[in-house]
């Protein structure tokens, strides 16, 4: 436990992301307790968070607004020949 503790403070001075040190540390560990029974978990847990329909929605609505940003709206609409007939915001510049 030791070991993980000072690996993960290490990492985390070198500037390493936490996504890659959090990973790199869960390997620290199940090598250094060897317990290998826990790399048997990790195909279970990744199909587990592939089937929750309720997490899996964040990641694909991020992906549905960098679409929407990106110009793909605007090309679909003069592909279609539709105009954009939003909302449309005002502003009342009166105070």
Do not use: H
């Amino acid at each position: 436990m030791t070991i993980a503790l000072i690996c993960f403070t290490v990492l985390l001075l070198l500037g390493v992301p936490i996504a890659y040190v959090l990973g790199m540390i869960t390997v620290i560990y199940i090598f250094a307790t060897d317990n290998m029974g826990l790399l048997l978990t990790v195909p279970q847990r990744l199909y587990w968070g592939m089937e929750n329909y309720g997490l899996l929605a964040i990641p694909l609505f991020m992906l549905a607004g960098e679409l929407m940003n990106s110009g793909i709206m605007k090309f679909a609409q003069e592909l279609l020949l539709v105009k954009c007939s939003g909302v449309i915001l005002f502003m009342d510049t009166k105070s």
